[in-house]
């Protein structure tokens, strides 16, 4: 009876392993990434700030200009991640406003499709006191998947330029990070977290060099 029993269980498992690893296979379809700013919690609590602020697509200057990433599967196949309408340079744009819009600043993000966050003003090229426009030369998501674990690992490289409407002058700066992490069960979540985390640490860096002279931004020495 004893192994009567045993067997049962192991075919059951074996039925629930077979499910399991069909599930695993991956079948083309896109993740979508939706880039959003953490909150600070290891800084100066944000108030607010007097400039004007309009921020403007990013050029998009990856050397290959497709998917963010894919995961590949343990069972084969792959899923894709992208920017929702993958398009990068609009994605970090926005991502960028609402960092700022969260700092105590007034912004407004000029993006193809989109819209102005409710409740700021709006600037446009001539009224904006700062107008921030960049570069995205790598947002890249990797995850693969082995028995048993599925390593995430995320880069990126950005340059943003500021232009101060006072006297004409610039602010450059140049965002890099990398993160990685591994977990046992995957969930897209996970790669989501990852990225977010990782372009909030660089924007945090980001403010922790400028400093507001003025309405205008200067570059701390």
């Given at each position: 009876?004893?192994?009567?029993?045993?067997?049962?269980?192991?075919?059951?498992?074996?039925?629930?392993?077979?499910?399991?690893?069909?599930?695993?296979?991956?079948?083309?379809?896109?993740?979508?990434?939706?880039?959003?700013?953490?909150?600070?919690?290891?800084?100066?609590?944000?108030?607010?700030?007097?400039?004007?602020?309009?921020?403007?697509?990013?050029?998009?200057?990856?050397?290959?200009?497709?998917?963010?990433?894919?995961?590949?599967?343990?069972?084969?196949?792959?899923?894709?991640?992208?920017?929702?309408?993958?398009?990068?340079?609009?994605?970090?744009?926005?991502?960028?406003?609402?960092?700022?819009?969260?700092?105590?600043?007034?912004?407004?993000?000029?993006?193809?499709?989109?819209?102005?966050?409710?409740?700021?003003?709006?600037?446009?090229?001539?009224?904006?006191?700062?107008?921030?426009?960049?570069?995205?030369?790598?947002?890249?998501?990797?995850?693969?998947?082995?028995?048993?674990?599925?390593?995430?690992?995320?880069?990126?490289?950005?340059?943003?330029?500021?232009?101060?409407?006072?006297?004409?002058?610039?602010?450059?700066?140049?965002?890099?990070?990398?993160?990685?992490?591994?977990?046992?069960?995957f969930d897209?979540?996970?790669?989501?977290?990852?990225?977010?985390?990782?372009?909030t640490d660089?924007?945090?860096?980001?403010?922790?060099?400028?400093?507001?002279?003025?309405?205008?931004?200067?570059?701390?020495?």
């Amino acid at each position: 009876m004893r192994h009567h029993r045993w067997s049962v269980s192991l075919w059951l498992w074996g039925v629930v392993s077979l499910v399991v690893m069909a599930g695993c296979a991956g079948k083309g379809e896109t993740v979508w990434l939706d880039l959003q700013p953490g909150l600070r919690t290891d800084g100066p609590a944000p108030k607010d700030s007097p400039e004007l602020v309009l921020v403007e697509a990013f050029e998009d200057l990856r050397p290959e200009k497709g998917k963010t990433g894919l995961r590949t599967h343990l069972w084969g196949g792959v899923t894709y991640f992208d920017v929702p309408g993958g398009v990068p340079g609009a994605a970090v744009a926005r991502l960028v406003g609402e960092y700022l819009a969260r700092t105590g600043r007034q912004v407004t993000i000029n993006v193809v499709n989109q819209p102005d966050r409710p409740g700021t003003p709006a600037a446009t090229q001539g009224s904006a006191d700062v107008t921030i426009t960049g570069q995205v030369q790598e947002l890249s998501v990797h995850a693969k998947s082995r028995f048993g674990s599925t390593e995430i690992s995320a880069k990126f490289q950005v340059t943003v330029l500021a232009r101060n409407k006072a006297d004409g002058s610039t602010v450059r700066r140049v965002l890099e990070g990398a993160r990685s992490k591994t977990v046992f069960w995957f969930d897209p979540e996970d790669v989501q977290a990852l990225v977010n985390a990782m372009l909030t640490d660089s924007l945090n860096r980001l403010l922790d060099n400028v400093y507001l002279e003025g309405r205008s931004w200067r570059l701390k020495s």
